[in-house]
């Protein structure tokens, strides 16, 4: 059983940054790929970002390319999410997620941190 959890989530500005992390517990996790999805109340949860602990290759919705950065210690089976110039629209549930093979369909997700960016 593999184990998330998230944290770093709160309250920021516009134009703002936070550093979200992810403490994975449970599992070797050489083989996984690691990322970050948000939901929205309404809607749909959307993937933000994924790293595979091995080759360390990195992706990322065009929505935050440029802004959002993951990274991940492989000594402390954490990951990093530094969001930068934050907005509004970045508000969100944002969930630390596990998978074996296609970093957009996990199998393991965290319980979620709250980010709220105000304008």
């Known amino acids: 059983q593999v184990q998330l959890v998230e944290s770093g989530g709160g309250l920021v500005q516009a134009g703002g940054s936070l550093r979200l992390s992810c403490a994975a517990s449970?599992?070797?996790?050489?083989?996984?790929?690691m990322g970050w999805f948000r939901q929205v109340p309404g809607k749909e949860r959307e993937f933000v970002a994924g790293?595979?602990?091995?080759?360390?290759?990195?992706y990322y919705a065009d929505s935050v390319k440029g802004r959002f950065t993951i990274s991940m210690d492989n000594t402390k089976n954490t990951v990093y999410l530094q969001m930068n110039n934050l907005t509004p629209e970045d508000t969100a549930v944002y969930y630390c997620?596990?998978?074996?093979?296609?970093?957009?369909?996990?199998?393991?997700w965290g319980q979620g941190t709250q980010v709220t960016v105000s304008s």
């Open positions: 790293i595979g602990w091995s080759a360390g290759s990195t």
């Open positions: 449970g599992r070797t996790f050489s083989n996984y790929r």
């Open positions: 997620t596990a998978a074996l093979s296609n970093i957009r369909i996990p199998g393991y």
